[in-house]
């Protein structure tokens, strides 16, 4: 399983509830927006993801899932 | 298979793979601020980011600036129409001491208060801070540095919003020119 996890700097409005739930993966960035602290995410993040995914008011976070087994 | 949680459109996606930049934003003479006085710019143009259009503007009493992001990382409210006042410090029991007159910011929306000289709520034990800019004043001209993306196209445009002062004098009959 593959997963792809981005902010878009464009929506962020630093709201800072995604460093609240996963502290270990975003932090706010110097320019104040979020900012990814990992490149990598495994099947055990994605609960969390999915809850920093919930509580962005702007939506911002996008997390794309990935099964080994795609052909497409 | 492929899925996909709040995937974000191919537009906003190029916007954001774009390069961020630092622009200096002139936002006025610095003596047509009065200390004390939370003034609001909002800026436009030049690939300012959305969330950077709102930009309070403090002077402090004792000659320190501030500028802080318009929004509240409580529920994202207009922090900057709220008032600049102190708060009551922690102190012994059963004694009440007042202090830190004139930086204290405080949220019309949930009356959070926050720092301006840290940006840290002093309500909640969390990372909730208010985003904070560079500011400084050179030749008498108050500057803001704020992040832009995408190549830098025209000026920045400057317009002061109504803040809780003006909407105060303009209530009791004053000519709102005046405080401009």
């Known amino acids: ?72 | 298979m492929t899925r996909f949680v709040n995937t974000e459109d191919e537009q906003e996606q190029r916007q954001d793979d774009d390069e961020e930049r630092v622009v200096s934003v002139v936002l006025g003479s610095a003596d047509q601020f009065e200390p004390g006085r939370l003034r609001i710019a909002a800026l436009t143009g030049d690939g300012i980011m959305p969330a950077d259009r709102e930009i309070g503007v403090l002077l402090t009493a004792d000659g320190r600036w501030h500028a802080v992001r318009n929004l509240c990382p409580h529920r994202g409210g207009a922090v900057c129409r709220g008032r600049i006042r102190g708060t009551m410090l922690p102190t012994a029991p059963g004694t009440l001491e007042y202090g830190l007159d004139g930086k204290i910011l405080v949220c019309p929306w949930h009356q959070h208060e926050f720092d301006v000289e840290s940006g840290e709520c002093l309500f909640i034990d969390d990372q909730a801070r208010l985003v904070k800019y560079p500011v400084e004043v050179a030749d008498g001209e108050v500057r803001v540095q704020v992040t832009a993306i995408g190549p830098a196209v025209g000026g920045v445009d400057v317009v002061w919003l109504p803040d809780r002062a003006r909407a105060a004098l303009v209530a009791q009959g004053a000519e709102a020119a005046a405080y401009e």
């Open chain 1, 1 to 72: 399983m593959q997963i792809t996890v981005a902010v878009n700097r464009y929506r962020c409005k630093a709201m800072q509830k995604c460093v609240r739930v996963m502290p270990d993966a975003f932090e706010m960035g110097a320019a104040g927006y979020s900012k990814l602290l990992r490149d990598s995410f495994g099947e055990q993040d994605l609960p969390l993801l999915r809850k920093a995914v919930a509580s962005c008011p702007s939506r911002a976070i996008s997390v794309q899932v990935e099964d080994e087994d795609d052909e497409t």
